[in-house]
Nanobody
Framework: QVQLVESGGGLVQAGGSLRLSCAASESIFSFNIMGWYRQPPGKQREWVAIITSGGSTNYADSVKGRFTISRDHAKNTVSLQMNSLKPEDTGVYYC?????????WGQGTQVTVSS
């Protein structure tokens, strides 16, 4: 059972930056995919960014060029650097891990971008 704990959310003005981190309870070497999703107010959860076990990354068009996903094997973390934030980036951000057995989700961290 993998446990994921997100941190780094908060309130920021438009144009600002935040860095989210997700700490896993075990080595991330065994994870096929690590990613970030978000759920804007009143909307469904949506995919933001992923990083594969091979290091390949992919981003939703809405965040491409502004967000960067990375991982740290020594710390068993995956991070999301968010720059040039916009009010439409507001939402609860969730860490996600895909293993050969199942999907795991963190509890979420709130990001609020004021205009």
């Amino acid at each position: 059972q993998v446990q994921l704990v997100e941190s780094g959310g908060g309130l920021v003005q438009a144009g600002g930056s935040l860095r989210l981190s997700c700490a896993a309870s075990e080595s991330i070497f065994s994870f096929n995919i690590m990613g970030w999703y978000r759920q804007p107010p009143g909307k469904q959860r949506e995919w933001v960014a992923i990083i594969t076990s091979g290091g390949s990354t992919n981003y939703a068009d809405s965040v491409k060029g502004r967000f960067t996903i990375s991982r740290d094997h020594a710390k068993n973390t995956v991070s999301l650097q968010m720059n040039s934030l916009k009010p439409e980036d507001t939402g609860v951000y969730y860490c996600n891990v895909v293993t050969t057995l199942r999907n795991y989700w963190g509890q979420g961290t709130q990001v609020t971008v004021s205009s």
